[in-house]
T-cell receptor, first 115, second 108 residues
Framework: NAGVTQTPKFQVLKTGQSMTLQCAQDMNHEYMSWYRQDPGMGLRLIHY???????DQGEVPNGYNVSRSTTEDFPLRLLSAAPSQTSVYFC??????????????FGPGTRLTVL | AQRVTQPEKLLSVFKGAPVELKCNYSYSGSPELFWYVQYSRQRLQLLLRHISRESIKGFTADLNKGETSFHLKKPFAQEEDSAMYYCALLSGTYKYIFGTGTRLKVLA
């Protein structure tokens, strides 16, 4: 049971490049989410999903796309990277049971630098 | 606006001293509140949530709706408590709002 996995661990991009951050979980969680962590800003929700085929925007969605074709995977796409997207990105997942949200399990993070 | 405020970026206490990490929230409905912790070189993990009314690793947090607070407390700090602590609010449907975090340093 690997829990929540993220790849890559580190990435350096040039401005304008695109890339996909991968996130997978093997706990059959309905809820998956992406956050960015910046100094002094805490964690901010980018996008989230409550099941395959269902996604919605969080607090800071601009410049990012997501899709949820399977329960297990929730990739985050940067369409045209900008220096402002330099951050540490965390993926998380949890069950949804009877409308109550259970513990979120976090991945190890991806450290992204955009030059 | 829905918001979580953690006023202290850094809190240093001596081992054995009481600890209180402050968290205030702004939310019009009935809040669900959580404390998450990130130890050095470990993943962010749930410490406790108000709905469970539990004590984890000696920490407790009481929801005070009048003061809109959810402060995290421990009577006697241990060195292993040194970590980054985040207060989080489950806002409306499915959206989490995190505070900016407080780094706790427990000094020997």
């Amino acid at each position: 049971n690997a829990g929540v996995t993220q790849t890559p661990k580190f990435q350096v991009l040039k401005t304008g490049q695109s890339m996909t951050l991968q996130c997978a979980q093997d706990m059959n969680h309905e809820y998956m989410s992406w956050y960015r962590q910046d100094p002094g800003m805490g964690l901010r929700l980018i996008h989230y999903s409550v099941g395959a085929g269902i996604t919605d925007q969080g607090e800071v969605p601009n410049g990012y796309n997501v899709s949820r074709s399977t329960t297990e995977d929730f990739p985050l796409r940067l369409l045209s990277a900008a220096p402002s997207q330099t951050s540490v990105y965390f993926c998380a997942s949890s069950w949804i049971a009877g409308g109550t949200y259970n513990e979120q399990f976090f991945g190890p993070g991806t450290r992204l630098t955009v030059l | 606006a829905q918001r979580v405020t953690q006023p202290e970026k850094l809190l240093s206490v001596f081992k054995g001293a009481p600890v209180e990490l402050k968290c205030n929230y702004s939310y019009s409905g009935s809040p669900e509140l959580f404390w998450y912790v990130q130890y050095s070189r470990q993943r962010l993990q749930l410490l406790l949530r108000h709905i469970s009314r539990e004590s984890i690793k000696g920490f407790t947090a009481d929801l005070n709706k009048g003061e809109t607070s959810f402060h995290l407390k421990k009577p006697f700090a241990q060195e292993e408590d040194s970590a980054m602590y985040y207060c989080a609010l489950l806002s409306g449907t499915y959206k989490y709002i995190f505070g900016t975090g407080t780094r706790l340093k427990v000094l020997a």
